[in-house]
């Protein structure tokens, strides 16, 4: 599986910002796809995550109400809608794909075996 987010960039205090996530290869097996962040010199903090298919949700506390993670099965594609965002927003969001099948939405990055290259989302006050 290869995954390729995109759709980062420099906003204001407060605009949205929508990121997707493309999924390509073997996306048959996949059980479920997460958003992350991560700042320089801290670790991954996990944002959402979304089942293939039946749709569940998972939220981090920090983004449940200003975040939305939806997923497109047609079009192999997994968004990430980001509302009232602040300067803590910034940071290099990344998406990743989990293989394993299971009842729930894991929120650790090691429960994800494919990661695309993040992109950067600068929130300027």
């Known amino acids: 599986v290869q995954l390729q987010a995109s759709g980062g960039g420099l906003v204001q205090v407060g605009d949205s910002l929508r990121l997707s996530c493309a999924a390509s290869?073997?996306?048959?097996?996949?059980?479920?796809v997460g958003w992350f962040r991560q700042v320089s010199g801290k670790e991954r903090e996990f944002l959402a995550a979304i089942r293939w298919s039946g749709g569940y949700t998972a939220y981090a506390d920090s983004v449940r109400g200003r975040f939305t993670i939806a997923r497109d099965n047609t079009k192999n594609l997994v968004s990430l809608q980001m509302d009232s965002l602040k300067p803590e927003d910034t940071a290099v969001y990344s998406c990743a794909s989990r293989q394993a099948p299971g009842p729930t939405l894991s929120r650790a990055s090691y429960g994800y075996s494919y990661w695309g290259k993040g992109t950067l989302v600068t929130v300027s006050s």
């Open positions: 290869g073997r996306t048959f097996g996949i059980h479920s």
